[in-house]
């Protein structure tokens, strides 16, 4: 009975980070969060950056990829744009986890910028000259800003996480 | 010879994040992209079987996140309420002084009624247009900083289709701009993709209604000697052929820098229902 109970909270711990990215891609609920009067913050990002490359068994590749069509259909962009975004990101986050031994809040913050550069360079090549669709592109520009500033504090949160995650499996 | 142990060190790097599945990982990132990229491709493609499978994977998706909604709309309406109850009795002086002033104003609109019916029959023009609407329930309310557009659900299953207004009350809140069987999609007036033409009362000056992306859409291509003053009605012109003309959408509203807005008579954030005008009975 104790060990069905420790692996049932282990394995929904596990979850959160994937509920979470499932449930902002369905809600938008994170950029409708308007912060400091026009800026909101794209949480899918630094969730699908940080699992990527601190934990990637929590969020498979597979899922970003749903989670990224899901996200575009509910906002009405053409179909398979965040998740190539996503799945740049998780590329980028792969990569780096390969290349570094010590990871550090830091050293996570400095890569997470061009990151994010890069990714919202792709989604601007995307939406501008492969569809029909009007950006507010000054919004994704504060939108990015907000997101590299935010990111340290999600970072903090989701190492508690991780570390919940390792003791409750040790 | 560190030049190139460096250049193999990136190669390993890059093979090992694009190709490897790694731990508990099913698909490869490479494989996934270029799922993505012909997912990209499609979307261009306007097929009737892809259009079908696109209408269904759109319904489903709508379903699940009208249901993951469900939490978020629960607690701001109850912030609502809450809040609301500090305002009750100011906002009921105010409703007060409000009735007061629309009573004399329906006395007003009696006498105008008459007189506008006299003049049309003296005009033998007298035209009486019903607009055949379908209410729709607003599912999702998409607020993004990419697009502002509002899901319904109804679709092509009520005879909705792409073009066709849609209003909020009597005043027009946007037009549809995707359908699917059991829903669509609204753009709103303020959306930056959003541009109608209009004519404004009384000067009857046309001109573009386009959004950018804030509260209050803005008026575009106006005669330079115009003159257009606040409080002005703007009304749909039916001039794009698709929109019916002379429904009502809001007011002139000359902001600061001398640009000059439209305040919407409807604030589509509010809504719970829309209208959807699918034809126009003239009588």
Known sequence: MAIFYKNF????????????????????????????????????????????????????????????????????????????????????????????VRISLWSDWIVFVPSVCITNFIFFILTTYYSDIGIYYNELFYNSIITIIFYPFIWIVFSFLTHYMRGKVA | MKESASRDDFGIAIRSALLQKGTKQKFSLLALLIISIIFFSLEKLNTKPINLVRAFLHDGIYVGSMLANYPNKFFSSSLDVVSKHFYVYTENVKLQEELAKYKSLANQFKYLKV????????????????????TAKIILDENSPYLKSLIINKGKNKKILKGMPVLGGSSLIGKIVESNFFSSRVLLLNDLNSKIPVIIEPSGHHAILSGKGTEKPVLQFLPKNNSIADGNIVYTSGKDGILSAGIDLGKISISSEGDVEVDLFIDPNQLNYANVVIGVTEN
Not at chain 1, 30 to 38: C, E, T, V
Not at chain 1, 60 to 74: C, K, N, P
């Open chain 1, 9 to 100: 909270i282990k394995n929904i711990i596990g979850l959160i980070p994937l509920i979470l990215l499932y449930y902002l891609c369905l809600t938008s609920v994170d950029s409708q969060i308007i912060l400091f009067k026009n800026f909101s913050l794209n949480l899918k990002y630094i969730i699908v950056f940080y699992w990527t490359l601190r934990n990637p068994s929590i969020i498979g590749y597979g899922h970003i990829f749903l989670a990224g069509i899901l996200s575009d259909v509910v906002i009405g962009l053409p179909m398979g744009t965040s998740s190539i975004c996503f799945l740049t990101l998780a590329g980028i986050a792969a990569y780096i986890r390969q290349m570094t």
């Open chain 2, 115 to 134: 007189e506008n019916k006299i003049l049309k029959t003296s005009l033998d023009d007298a035209l009486d247009v019903y607009y055949n609407t379908v």
